[in-house]
């Protein structure tokens, strides 16, 4: 994964972060630090957002796969501008993406069952309880994590792409662990203030994608054809 790569996904959870104010701040302010020394809180915040990586490093090896094909048959560059205007659509007309995926049945179940899951650990306590809601965390349906994994479909190989993921998790991070230090101060008010910046944001992230398309250049000794006619076959 090249340094335009590593600076995408970077850039995917610095800029988008604060969408996830608004849609994870809930979850990580409803984490049980009541109680706990300065220490131990620092260690849950860090053991959260591990658990949050983990996951998206793990959604990202089998996006990783499937961006293999794509690499293959020489379309980076194009998915990447796809990808790009299609967030610069949404954002522009203000398509509420998350609301229309959580219509899909499938969807509306699998939501339903991560916040169950939520339910049942939230309250416990210890670090083990930090990384399984940071886990289930990175589970939930998210607009944001929907742009990280269209980034990650452009990535040659399940490493790369895990790679990817973990790098837009840890771009998260700084706002993440702000709002969970911040605790009850980050008001209802002041999270919403922050999502009325998601449309700016997610124009940012289109540039980059967009900007990445128009300079992607594929090796000219890669591309599917030449692949396929390279690989072994069974007689």
């Given at each position: 994964m090249g340094p335009v790569e590593l600076v995408t996904a970077?850039?995917?959870?610095?800029l988008g972060s604060v969408h996830c104010v608004g849609m994870c701040g809930p979850i990580a302010l409803a984490l049980p630090f009541r109680g706990l020394s300065r220490w131990q809180t620092v260690q849950g915040i860090l053991a959260y957002n591990a658990g949050r990586i983990a996951t998206y490093a793990l959604l990202g090896t089998f996006i990783g796969?499937?961006?293999?094909?794509?690499?293959?048959a020489g379309w980076q560059a194009q998915l990447s501008l796809a990808v790009g205007i299609g967030l610069a659509?949404?954002?522009?007309?203000?398509?509420?993406?998350?609301?229309?995926?959580?219509?899909?049945?499938?969807?509306?179940?699998?939501?339903?069952?991560?916040?169950?899951?939520?339910?049942?650990?939230?309250?416990?306590?210890?670090?083990?309880?930090?990384?399984?809601?940071?886990?289930?965390?990175?589970?939930?349906?998210?607009?944001?994590?929907?742009?990280?994994?269209?980034?990650?479909?452009?990535?040659?190989s399940f490493l790369s792409g895990a790679a990817f993921m973990a790098l837009f998790g840890l771009g998260t991070v700084p706002m993440m662990a702000l709002?969970?230090?911040a605790g009850q101060r980050l008001n209802l008010a002041w999270r919403s203030r922050l999502r009325t910046l998601a449309p700016l944001l997610i124009l940012l992230v289109a540039t980059v994608f967009i900007l990445r398309g128009l300079h992607f250049q594929a090796p000219d000794s890669i591309?599917?054809?030449?692949?396929?006619?390279?690989?072994?076959?069974?007689?």
């Open positions: 970077f850039s995917i959870g610095i796969l499937i961006g293999r094909g794509v690499w293959l659509l949404t954002a522009l007309l203000s398509i509420p993406v998350e609301s229309r995926f959580l219509r899909i049945p499938f969807v509306q179940r699998f939501h339903q069952w991560v916040g169950c899951k939520l339910a049942q650990h939230i309250g416990a306590r210890g670090i083990r309880t930090f990384l399984i809601v940071g886990a289930l965390n990175g589970l939930i349906p998210c607009g944001l994590v929907y742009m990280a994994i269209a980034g990650a479909l452009t990535s040659s709002t969970a230090f591309r599917f054809q030449e692949a396929w006619q390279a690989m072994p076959m069974c007689h």
